[in-house]
């Protein structure tokens, strides 16, 4: 898991206790607190989500790109025989 969703991850806990503790004590200073850590936790999540998708997205294009490398290797040391229709 990457470093952002784990912080996103708390930061959303962290956030969602303290907009609950605002709201059982009235303290409405807490309670927007609590919901601008959760909003802050959630971008971070997702940027964590669009870092792995992209890392995932990079390795997967490097194993087609080295399979494209080896396919077309394999094809060059076949030798080509003349067509004989022509």
Not at 32 to 43: A, L
Not at 44 to 68: P, Y
């Amino acid at each position: 898991m990457d470093k952002n969703r784990i912080k996103g991850t708390i930061d959303e806990l962290a956030g969602s206790a303290k907009r609950k503790a605002g709201e059982v004590t009235g303290l409405g200073e807490l309670q927007i607190e609590g919901m601008v850590q959760q909003v802050k936790g959630k971008i971070e999540n997702a940027w964590g989500q669009a870092e792995e998708a992209i890392q995932d997205a990079n390795a997967e294009a490097a194993v087609n790109h080295q399979s494209r490398i080896e396919v077309e290797l394999e094809c060059a040391a076949v030798p080509i025989q003349p067509d004989e229709r022509l």
